[in-house]
């Protein structure tokens, strides 16, 4: 027997669901809609180039899109090794207690806001990398040719060391899941052979969750792609091709927050809702990846 | 028997391993000590009582930011807990429908989204219409950042309530509606809150949706159609400014919001953690 509330009951909370679908797909159609004057204008060379310069109605998204993506994957290069040193510790090295409170203290890192991020950034490690890392690394490996520019402090290396604090929780977290799921047998087989610690960590854990870990690191790459407030603040805003990783640059996200509210020609505003569109078509792509990765994985 | 140089290899890697805990704390442990450092000392009482004072001269506060940012993050929650506490309800109690399986993939697809874009998008829906920086606007992206937040832990924790008990109430000849809202969800009402908690937390943070929608002002706003200062745009707007000053109260602002953020996610995930390791 159905009451008939029950399907007014269902039919309201199915109506809300819709009504939330309709704003993501009424936010897709806005900032479509936002960013057509500026492809009707340039059209696809916006991808292809790299010339920004607003007072003479130039606008190619290249080097944005080109920083964006050299910042965040050195974020991931960072992260990647910490995340997974993290998961392992916790779950497997430390006693429980040791293990919750640690995991605890990373999670925190995810608590923390991104402006405060970008705060710490500009006073506290934007001067760290001035003064002793980058001219350390100007000085001794300045010859590798990604080190080769004077040093800043801001720029594109400051920038992926924030993002890869501001990622870590998120992929350790994930890892952490999966490597409590681990059968205590799989763990315990390796030992039986007579393997150590570490290397039944290495059989059983991280081997055995590949997939995870692409999963993480996909999921990392999304978070770092769309960060906004903490680049802008140590990436030093300059509209031009990075020489090095020490360039001060732009990434997408800092360069709409930096200009979409002093931009005042429409085209302008235009090209910076294209850039947008642009950011939106990059998450949503790398979210669907990480979708099907993690699906995978979790057979 | 285990070689030396296994023996070695294994000591010199969980080395390593616990090695990248704590680089991993060390950023925590540096930003919760410069923000204490720094912002202690800016947090004075004309710091939450008053407006900013000009230039140079002692006793401005960001009271209109404190306010600013309630006033802001209230709104979006008017919408955002309800709205999202209800999906949270619709995809535990009634998943795997074709309707469940769309507003999944657009709640993951919503969160994953840089809340940049979701401010661009409260742009064009309002302040173009409206012609004017606003609290609404700056409320109506807060609000939709907030609700898949809501949402996914409202179903994370409904789902935790075992069939039983669901069962247990139809087998009474209870309605389904009246199950879940007068059974299912006060008994998991603590959980539910901890995660609109959080979202709050979370929100209150949020800076780029804020800058080109609730835009920022220099003293209180008379009504919601005006532009808003809130707490995170006023730190990055203090934060590159030249004056120490303003700089300091940057600092403090910052202490404030991460002091807000530690304590909600602290108090709260031990309140969530208790309760599934109770269940296990």
């Keep these: 027997m159905k009451h008939r509330q029950d399907i007014l009951f269902k039919n309201s909370l199915g109506l809300l669901s819709w009504a939330f679908i309709a704003v993501l797909v009424a936010m897709i159609l806005s900032l479509l809609h936002m960013s057509g004057l500026a492809w009707e204008k340039i059209g696809f060379s916006f991808f292809t180039t790299s010339h920004w310069n607003p007072v003479k109605h130039q606008y190619g998204v290249a080097a ?11 974020a991931l290069l960072i992260s990647t090794p910490l995340s997974l040193a993290v998961a392992v510790s916790v779950t497997e090295l430390m006693k429980k207690r040791a293990g919750r409170v640690f995991g605890f203290f990373v999670d925190m890192l995810a608590a923390i806001p991104s402006v405060v991020y970008g705060l710490w950034g500009i006073f506290v490690l934007v001067p760290l990398m001035r003064t002793q890392v980058q001219p350390w690394l100007f000085e001794n490996l300045g010859w590798i040719g990604i080190f080769s520019e004077v040093p800043y402090g801001v720029g594109i290396l400051t920038a992926s060391i924030v993002l890869a604090i501001m990622i870590l929780p998120t992929m350790s977290s994930l890892l952490r899941e999966v490597f409590q799921t681990i059968p205590l047998t799989q763990k315990e087989a ?86 947008g569109v642009t950011l939106l078509m990059i998450s949503s792509v790398i979210q669907l990846v990480f979708r099907a990765i993690y699906a995978r994985g979790r057979k | 028997m285990k070689s030396n140089f296994r023996k070695t290899k294994d000591l010199s890697l969980k080395v390593l391993y616990i090695m990248g805990v704590l680089i991993a704390i ?17 947090l004075t009482p004309t710091f939450f009582t008053n ?47 074709i309707t469940d399986n769309i507003l999944g993939f657009a709640i993951d697809l919503f969160m994953s989204i840089p809340t940049l874009l979701i401010g661009l998008f409260a742009y064009g829906l309002i302040v173009m219409r409206m012609r004017t920086f606003s609290a609404w606007s700056g409320a109506f992206a807060l609000m939709l950042i907030m609700v898949p937040l809501i949402t996914k832990t409202t179903e994370e924790m409904l789902k935790q309530v075992p069939l039983t008990v669901r069962e247990a109430g139809l087998a009474l000849g209870l309605p389904r509606w009246k199950v879940i809202l007068r059974i299912i969800l006060p008994g998991s009402i603590g959980a539910v809150s901890s995660g609109v908690l959080l979202a709050l937390a979370r929100i209150s943070g949020e800076t780029a949706p804020l800058l080109f929608t609730a835009f920022g002002m220099r003293t209180f706003s008379q009504s919601l159609s005006e532009p808003i200062a809130t707490l995170p745009v006023q730190i990055y707007t203090y934060s590159i400014s030249p004056y120490d000053e303003w700089r300091s109260q940057s600092w403090g602002a910052a202490l404030v919001l991460v002091m807000l953020a530690l304590v909600v996610n602290g108090v709260t995930r031990a309140l969530i953690g208790s309760r599934t390791r109770g269940k296990k």
């Design chain 2, 51 to 97: 407006t900013p004072a000009p230039v140079g001269e002692v006793g401005g506060g960001i009271a209109h930011a404190i306010i600013g940012s309630f006033v802001v993050v209230g709104l979006a929650s008017i919408v955002a807990i309800p709205w999202g506490i209800i999906l949270g309800i619709a995809r535990s109690e009634f998943p795997k429908t």
């Design chain 1, 190 to 275: 390796a030992l039986g052979l007579g393997a150590t610690k570490t290397e039944m960590i290495y059989l059983s854990v991280v081997k055995s969750s590949k997939s995870s870990i692409v999963a993480a690191m996909v999921l990392g790459l999304a978070r770092a792609l769309g960060e906004t407030m903490a680049v802008t603040m140590v990436i030093g805003n300059r509209n031009d091709w990075m020489k090095s990783i020490f360039s001060p640059a732009q990434t997408m996200a800092s360069l709409i927050a930096n200009e979409y509210v002093e931009a005042t020609h429409d085209l302008h505003l235009s090209a910076l809702a294209l850039v």
């Design chain 2, 26 to 42: 060390a950023p925590l442990v540096s930003v919760l000590w410069t923000v204490v450092r720094e912002g202690y000392g800016a």
């Design chain 1, 64 to 74: 944005f899109a080109w920083a964006t993506l050299v910042t965040s994957l050195l």
